[in-house]
C-alpha cells in the first residue's frame, strides 16, 4: 500500500493522543474492577461456607458439591455449588439463586466503578476550564521580570564610546553587570545612586566584548538628532529587587519565565511595543502602570513616550 502524504501523517498522531490516553484510563478501570470483583466473590464464597457448612454436614457423599482445583476459599467451586440441586435452601434461597445473586452483585459492582471511572477521567479538565475562566490567563507583560534596581557605580564602556557599565544592586547578593547605551546622555557619576528599573530575566549577552546581565528602562521621545532619554525611576520607598507588578483587567500577573523561554519565544518582544509613559509620566504596559509598594514607577520629563 501507498504511504500516506506527509502533512497528513503529521496531523494524525496528535488526533490520536485523546483516544489513547482514554483507552489507557479505561483499561486501568477494567483491571481495577476486576480486582474488586475477585475480592467481592472471594468474600462472598467465605459467607456461602459459613453458612451451607451445617447443611452440607447432614448430606451424604454423593450429594455434596464436587471438589474442584479452581475453588475459592470456601474449598467448593462455584459450579459444583450451582450443580447440587438437592442441596437445602438457606434463609430461603438455594445454592444455584445465590450464585446468580453474587454474579449479579459483581457485574453491577464492576459496572458502578466504570461509570465512577468515567465521570472522574471528565473532572479534572472540567475543573481547570473552570478555574483558568475565574482566573483568567497570565498576562503576556508578567512573564517578563522587571525588577526594582540601585546604581552602585558606573563607568565608560572600555571599548565603545556608546555604551556605560553599571553595576547595579537588585537584592541578589552581588551587583548585576549592565551596558547601557546612554553615554550620550549621562555621565557616569550622574547616575550612581539612582533607583532605577531593569527587566531581570533576559539571557546574559555580551556588548562590544563585555558581559551584560539585563537592561536598564529608559523613555525616550524624538527622532534621530532630536531624541530625548530619560532613566526610568523607581519610587524611594519601595524595596531593592522587588518585582514589579502590572496588573491587566481580566488576565493573571502570574511567574516571570526563565531567560531560555524569553529568549526563544521572544517574549520581550511581544511586550515592548506597548511600554509606554502615559500623560502624567508614570510607566505603563498599556494603560496599566508599573506598580511597587511605594507607588508607580516614572520618568517624568517625559510624557507620552516609548520605554525600552
Known amino acids: 500500500s501507498?504511504?500516506?502524504?506527509?502533512?497528513?501523517?503529521?496531523?494524525?498522531?496528535?488526533?490520536?493522543?485523546?483516544?489513547?490516553?482514554n483507552m489507557?484510563?479505561?483499561?486501568?478501570?477494567?483491571?481495577?474492577?476486576?480486582?474488586?470483583?475477585?475480592?467481592?466473590?472471594?468474600?462472598?464464597?467465605?459467607?456461602?461456607?459459613?453458612?451451607?457448612?451445617?447443611?452440607?454436614?447432614?448430606?451424604g457423599a454423593g450429594s455434596r458439591p464436587q471438589h474442584s482445583s479452581t475453588n475459592l476459599r470456601s474449598g467448593w467451586s462455584v459450579s459444583g455449588a450451582i450443580a447440587s440441586t438437592s442441596a437445602p435452601k438457606v434463609g430461603g434461597i438455594d445454592a444455584q439463586q445465590g450464585a446468580s445473586l453474587a454474579a449479579g452483585v459483581v457485574i453491577g459492582a464492576a459496572a458502578r466503578l466504570l461509570a465512577a471511572g468515567r465521570r472522574r477521567s471528565s473532572q479534572p479538565c472540567a475543573a481547570r476550564g473552570v478555574a483558568a475562566k475565574a482566573e483568567?490567563?497570565?498576562?503576556?507583560?508578567?512573564?517578563?521580570?522587571?525588577?526594582?534596581?540601585?546604581?552602585?557605580?558606573?563607568?565608560?564602556?572600555?571599548?565603545?564610546?556608546k555604551l556605560l557599565v553599571e553595576m547595579i544592586d537588585v537584592g541578589e547578593g552581588e551587583p548585576r553587570q549592565i551596558c547601557s547605551g546612554i553615554s550620550e546622555y549621562y555621565k557616569p557619576e550622574d547616575i550612581v545612586g539612582r533607583r532605577?528599573?531593569?527587566?531581570?530575566?533576559?539571557?546574559?549577552?555580551?556588548?562590544?566584548?563585555?558581559?551584560?546581565?539585563g537592561m536598564v528602562l529608559?523613555?525616550?521621545?524624538?527622532?534621530?538628532?532630536?531624541?530625548?532619554?530619560?532613566?526610568?525611576?523607581?519610587?524611594?520607598?519601595?524595596?531593592?529587587?522587588e518585582r514589579i507588578v502590572i496588573e491587566v483587567d481580566g488576565q493573571v500577573h502570574g511567574?516571570?519565565?526563565?531567560?531560555?523561554?524569553?529568549?526563544?519565544?521572544?517574549?520581550?518582544?511581544?511586550?515592548?511595543?506597548?511600554?509606554?509613559?502615559?500623560?502624567?509620566?508614570?510607566?505603563?504596559?498599556?494603560k496599566s502602570p508599573f506598580a511597587t509598594s511605594a507607588g508607580p514607577c516614572t520618568a517624568k520629563a517625559l510624557v507620552d513616550a516609548v520605554v525600552s
Open 24 to 59: 489507557n484510563k479505561l483499561k486501568g478501570l477494567v483491571v481495577m474492577s476486576a480486582a474488586v470483583a475477585v475480592t467481592q466473590v472471594s468474600r462472598a464464597a467465605g459467607r456461602w461456607r459459613a453458612s451451607w457448612a451445617p447443611a452440607f454436614s447432614t448430606l
Open 136 to 161: 483568567g490567563e497570565q498576562s503576556a507583560v508578567s512573564q517578563i521580570d522587571f525588577r526594582v534596581g540601585k546604581i552602585v557605580s558606573c563607568e565608560k564602556h572600555p571599548e565603545s564610546d
Open 196 to 213: 532605577c528599573v531593569i527587566v531581570a530575566n533576559l539571557k546574559e549577552r555580551k556588548m562590544a566584548g563585555t558581559p551584560s546581565n
Open 2 to 21: 501507498s504511504k500516506l502524504p506527509s502533512a497528513y501523517a503529521g496531523s494524525r498522531a496528535p488526533r490520536q493522543l485523546p483516544a489513547m490516553a
Open 218 to 241: 529608559c523613555a525616550t521621545k524624538g527622532e534621530e538628532g532630536d531624541r530625548k532619554l530619560e532613566l526610568v525611576d523607581a519610587p524611594e520607598g519601595a524595596e531593592i529587587g
Open 255 to 286: 511567574d516571570a519565565a526563565p531567560p531560555n523561554r524569553v529568549q526563544k519565544k521572544k517574549l520581550y518582544e511581544k511586550v515592548a511595543p506597548e511600554l509606554c509613559t502615559d500623560s502624567d509620566g508614570t510607566v505603563c504596559y498599556m
